[in-house]
T-cell receptor
Framework: GGIITQTPKFLIGQEGQKLTLKCQQN?????MYWYRQDSGKGLRLIYY???????QKGDLSEGYDASREKKSSFSLTVTSAQKNEMAVFLC???????????FGPGTRLTVL | GDSVTQTEGQVALSEEDFLTIHCNYS??????LFWYVQYPGEGPQLLFR?????EKGSSRGFEATYDKGTTSFHLRKASVQESDSAVYYC????????????FGAGTKLTIKP
């Protein structure tokens, strides 16, 4: 078995602030993902990475940067936080072939 | 692009009722289909998946059959329990070398005791 750890669990920032969310996995999975989940809504893909140092944009990448320096970690940066970005950010990982995704518990972002 | 449509945004049932959540998809290729479940305060977790036409996926009493003809993957359970209350997501994975998954909007299931 394995686990995905997201830090911090709660993130509070000011409007316009640059904020970073971190994700670690010990599944030894190749592919990692960042999703945004707005209250009562589905999951929207922000960025994903199919291997170390690779980055692919999802449907919601504007306003975000991502970084995959190691196979086990994937960071997401909110470049200038806005109130309409308040949501839960979910990290996930998968083996390249099986496509099953394993999710972390999420980071809840509040923008003041 | 690929898309997944879940007809019901919310479903409210009583214990032992029969459940159906409808899922239809649109994809250019031959996708793998998934059902995920998300409990409050947690990330989604895989319920089951199916990769071929007529394949049935099942887990914990839930089941769905891949139907390429009607492009559907409806979730069913014969007798729901209060512990089944959660949000259910239908999803598809493009098998053309692209690693991403497309999720439906989700269906919130509430079971009254």
């Amino acid at each position: 078995g394995g686990i995905i750890t997201q830090t911090p669990k709660f993130l509070i920032g000011q409007e316009g602030q640059k904020l970073t969310l971190k994700c670690q996995q010990n599944f030894n999975h190749d592919t990692m993902y960042w999703y945004r989940q707005d209250s009562g809504k589905g999951l929207r893909l922000i960025y994903y990475s199919i291997t170390e140092n690779d980055l692919q944009k999802g449907d919601l990448s504007e306003g975000y940067d991502a970084s995959r320096e190691k196979k086990s970690s994937f960071s997401l940066t909110v470049t200038s936080a806005q109130k309409n970005e308040m949501a839960v950010f979910l990290c996930a990982s998968s083996m390249q072939i099986s496509y099953e995704q394993y999710f972390g518990p999420g980071t809840r972002l509040t923008v003041l | 692009g690929d898309s997944v449509t879940q007809t019901e945004g919310q479903v409210a049932l009583s214990e032992e009722d029969f459940l159906t959540i409808h899922c239809n998809y649109s994809a250019s290729g031959y996708p793998t289909l998934f059902w995920y479940v998300q409990y409050p305060g947690e990330g989604p977790q895989l319920l089951f998946r199916a990769s071929r036409d007529k394949e049935k996926g099942s887990s914990r009493g839930f089941e769905a059959t891949y139907d390429k003809g009607t492009t559907s993957f409806h979730l069913r359970k014969a007798s729901v329990q209060e512990s089944d209350s959660a949000v259910y997501y239908c999803a598809l994975s493009d098998r053309g070398g692209n690693e991403k998954i497309t999720f439906g909007a989700g269906t919130k299931l509430t079971i009254k005791p």
